[in-house]
């Protein structure tokens, strides 16, 4: 069924007004939590995608984790933590398929020299690109021992630094989450399925 056939009718902007709701709801549960210890919740059971121009980020690490779905599934994913980050030009998208055909909610902020900025960021993902600067990189550390308040499992591989830079930036991921996300000229829009990349 046509996106536009849907709006065409009562019936169906009912429909689509309703659909995003839960998808709302996981971005913006995704989005921001409370604190800089990692806080453990449910993923959805989608991943999403962000891109942004660039990232430039203080107190890295980044080391193996698990997202687990409410019913138990997991999924492995690479945890990376960013004391500070500012990200311009920033997208997120999320696109999933219902009865009424492909649905995606879209978001962007941080454009115009304006970024967004994030604080005690943590996400769990799977798919990372772009052209990426640290400062002061240990590989091989113990994921017990990072420089982030935020830690892994004594024995496991990580690697940290005292700055990321990243240029460029598309990444995959199942969850995100902040101590404060601010994110300057939001927009958020109902798709039929365009995503950031």
């Given amino acids: 069924m046509k996106f536009r056939s849907l709006t065409g009718s009562r019936l169906g902007r009912v429909a689509l007004a ?20 990692p806080v453990s919740f449910a993923v959805s059971g989608s991943q999403f995608k962000i891109a942004a121009a660039s990232l430039d980020g203080t107190a890295f690490s980044q080391y193996a984790g ?9 999924h492995p994913v690479a945890i990376s933590n960013i004391g500070s980050a500012s990200l311009s030009d920033l997208c997120q ?8 055909g492909k649905v995606g909610l879209l978001i962007s902020a941080g454009g115009g020299g304006n970024p967004a900025t994030a ?23 113990d994921a017990s021992t990072v420089n ?37 000229g939001l927009h958020l829009q109902l798709t039929n399925g365009k995503e950031c990349f």
């Fill in 18 to 37: 309703a659909v995003p709701v839960g998808v709302a709801a996981s971005l913006v549960m995704a989005g921001v939590a409370n604190g800089a210890v």
């Fill in 148 to 184: 982030t308040p935020a830690k892994g499992e004594a024995g496991g591989f990580a690697q940290d630094a005292d700055t990321i830079k990243i240029s460029g930036l598309k990444q995959t991921a199942w969850s995100t989450q902040a101590g404060v996300f601010t994110l300057n």
């Fill in 93 to 100: 998208s999320v696109v999933t398929d219902t009865p009424l």
């Fill in 66 to 74: 698990v997202a687990a779905e409410k019913n138990g599934t997991p």
């Fill in 119 to 141: 604080t005690d960021l943590q996400i769990g993902l799977t798919d990372l690109q772009g052209d990426a600067t640290f400062g002061k990189i240990r590989i091989g550390v």
